[in-house]
Each structure stands twice: as C-alpha cells, then as structure tokens.
C-alpha cells in the first residue's frame, strides 16, 4: 500500500489536531498492537526535525489515529512549506507502514 498524499494548512500559534480512520480494501484495519508518529521537516532531506507531532492510536478496533500539534508549538514555527509523513509501527518498528505524506504550509499568525 502506498502512502496516500495530503497537503493542509497548520495555523501559526493554534492548535491543530488531524483524526484519521485508517482502512484496507475499504474495510476498517484493527490497529491494536500499533503506534504512531510523525514529524515535519522544511525539506525532504533536512536532517533537522522542525517539530513532532503528537500522535495516538484513539480507538484501536476502529483504526482511529489523531495527529496533533499544541498551540505553543505551532506558534514557534517559521511560516513557510515543510514536509511531514504519519507512520504506524509496531514494537521495535518490527512493522513500519507510512499511512500518509504530504506538504503542510504554516500559514503567519497576525493576532499575537
């Protein structure tokens, strides 16, 4: 399965919050057993992380996943066009699976 491409806007200084159900073949996927992570970095190749998001597995059975980021840190970041991807994984990243990609633009805060 081939990661699937989303791009969306991350507000400067709000909080941001993204909940997902993952699905194979249509049907729900059981994500017991599983984590998830996810980072941003200004360029695909930049080895420096920008931030990370806070990601869970909300309902395992249900194969929900939030990835969300606090106001404070959305405030600290440069306005500009970054890179992220969200990863499932399992224990020592036995199983490692990108669920999505993309490009999230963070748009300049004015009310500060």
Do not use: H, W
């Amino acid at each position: 399965m081939s990661a699937a491409t989303y791009n969306f806007n991350l507000d400067q200084g709000a909080d941001f919050v993204l909940e997902m159900i993952m699905k194979e073949d249509g049907v729900v996927k059981d994500l017991s057993g599983y984590s998830a992570r996810a980072q941003l970095r200004k360029t695909k190749d930049a080895a420096e992380v920008t931030s990370t998001f806070t990601c869970s597995v909300i309902d395992a059975s249900a194969g929900k996943i939030r990835m969300s980021m606090p106001n404070a840190t959305t405030g600290a970041i440069a306005a500009g066009v970054y890179f992220y991807d969200l990863e499932i994984f399992t224990d020592s990243d036995a199983f490692v699976l990108r669920l999505i990609q993309g490009q999230a633009t963070v748009t300049r805060e004015i009310t500060r």
